[in-house]
């Protein structure tokens, strides 16, 4: 026989986490209480070096564990004093910067001079040839752009442009005057070839109009939108019902986009509206997109359609045909307007898993039929009203639940705050 069975009570759960303990469920605070106290331990031990040994470069007096003393031990070119280390430099070829104890070992320059064993820098050499008067000779040399004249031994060679009139495959510059030469030479050539335009004509086509054609040597060709247009406010089918006709079909009002050729896409189909300005003016207001029709971009594709702004559908019902819908709301409200959790009886949601309706599964608010109020849900194949197995509720109330017209597998939390309230802890409602 079905029953209600505790299955967790408040003094079930302990305040302290014990070793061997395995009748009783820790609380989260005393688990984390635990685990800081274990940390601490970890952390808080302090130790004692024991034994000093000097390494590589250094020198031990005393013993390893009795005032040991380790000194740095000096090289060639380094003197381990007191309170330094110093480097030894020979004062001619290396120096210090510095010799306040901030100084660094840099290579000791001169300019250059006979007899000079400083070492000398770039520049210095340079100096030092520029002063003897060699300043080099350039050799003759000729390119496509410029030419190079011998200079003296001593003096400044002359540079000239190479120029050369502009044909195909010439890599010499050309001056304005031989480019202007080039092209004019062109358009000579072209003179004869001028032709006569004998008429034009323009066909303004349907609902435009067009007066002062053809034009056969000057004059001027107006098209006129047809006056209907101008003052058109709305736009309908093909409509030829008199008084007289009966259950007669209207026509049908078509909407097409540019009509594109082999795999090019086609032009999309866009509704606009006057927007509203934020101030009162006689400006007018920019118009903006308010839906958009766009073109399928493949083969046998489907066309996608944007509403740019809210949509709001009333009827009796709403059918989406979609493989893939997306809702970026965080959350649905159902039963909108109840008001009540009796008037929300049986709101939810179904899962089509079998052709009987009511068998279907199912997660639904039920007030009523489960004997206490809760969520019920249900696995696929059990009758619809309280099916004997696949069905959980979850509620919670203020003494112990005693009503049997509850599905296997109920729970019911009692925190028993009511009369008579009993023990608190979480019930299952099993076999």
């Known amino acids: 026989m079905a029953d209600w069975k505790r299955v967790l009570l408040e003094t079930d759960i302990t305040q302290?986490?014990?070793?061997?303990?395995?009748?009783?469920?820790?609380?989260?605070?005393?688990?984390?209480?635990?685990?800081?106290?274990?940390?601490?331990?970890?952390?808080?031990?302090v130790g004692?070096?024991?034994?000093?040994?000097?390494?590589?470069?250094?020198?031990?007096?005393g013993t390893s564990t009795v005032d040991p003393t380790l000194n740095v031990v000096g090289g060639d070119g380094i003197t381990a004093n007191a309170d330094e280390i110093e480097v030894t430099v020979d004062g001619t070829?290396?120096?210090?910067?510095a010799?306040?104890?901030?100084?660094?070992?840099?290579?000791?320059?001169a300019t250059v001079a006979d007899g000079s064993a400083a070492l000398a820098t770039g520049d210095q050499i340079y100096d030092f040839v520029i002063a003897q008067g060699y300043t080099g000779a350039v050799d003759s040399g000729t390119t496509n752009q410029l030419t190079v004249a011998d200079g003296a031994a001593q003096g400044t060679p002359t540079l000239s442009i190479v120029t050369a009139a502009v044909a195909d495959g010439e890599t010499a510059l050309a001056t304005g005057d031989q480019i202007y030469d080039f092209v004019t030479g062109i358009t000579d050539n072209l003179s004869g070839?001028?032709?006569?335009?004998?008429?034009?004509?323009?066909?303004?086509?349907?609902?435009?109009?067009?007066?002062g054609g053809p034009i056969?040597?000057?004059?001027?060709?107006?098209?006129n939108l047809d006056q209907n247009l101008l003052s058109m406010v709305s736009m309908s089918g093909v409509n030829g019902a008199t008084a007289n006709d009966t259950d007669l079909t209207g026509g049908d009002l078509t909407f097409t986009g540019g009509i594109s050729t082999g795999t090019a896409i086609g032009g999309d189909i866009f509704f606009k509206a006057s927007g509203v300005n934020g101030s009162s003016n006689m400006?007018?207001?920019?118009?903006?997109?308010?839906?958009?029709?766009?073109?399928?971009?493949?083969?046998g594709g489907d066309s996608v359609v944007t509403i740019y702004g809210d949509l709001v559908v009333n009827g009796t019902s709403?059918?989406?045909?979609?493989?893939?819908?997306?809702?970026?709301?965080?959350?649905?409200?159902?039963?909108?307007?109840?008001g009540s959790a009796a008037s929300a009886d049986l709101s939810g949601m179904y899962v089509d898993t079998t052709s009987t309706a009511i068998n279907r599964a199912n997660f639904l608010w039920a007030d009523t039929n489960l004997g206490v109020a809760g969520w019920q849900m249900k696995d696929d194949g059990g009758i619809g009203t309280t099916p004997s197995m696949g069905v959980a509720a979850l509620t919670k109330g203020t003494a112990e639940p005693t009503s049997n017209v509850m599905p296997t597998g109920a729970m019911f939390y009692n925190d028993a705050t009511g009369t008579g309230g009993g023990t608190k802890g979480l019930y299952l409602y099993i076999d």
């Open 16 to 45: 302290t986490v014990t070793d061997g303990n395995t009748t009783t469920v820790p609380s989260e605070d005393a688990v984390e209480a635990a685990i800081a106290t274990a940390v601490n331990g970890l952390t808080s031990n």
């Open 48 to 61: 004692t070096v024991t034994s000093v040994t000097a390494g590589d470069g250094m020198t031990q007096s």
């Open 93 to 97: 070829t290396i120096e210090l910067s």
């Open 99 to 109: 010799s306040n104890g901030s100084g660094a070992v840099r290579a000791k320059t």
């Open 193 to 211: 070839a001028d032709g006569t335009v004998t008429s034009v004509t323009v066909d303004g086509g349907a609902n435009i109009t067009d007066t």
């Open 216 to 223: 056969t040597t000057s004059g001027t060709i107006t098209l």
């Open 283 to 299: 400006v007018a207001n920019a118009v903006e997109t308010t839906m958009k029709i766009a073109a399928p971009t493949t083969a």
């Open 318 to 338: 709403s059918s989406i045909d979609v493989q893939t819908l997306t809702v970026e709301d965080k959350s649905i409200l159902l039963a909108d307007g109840a």
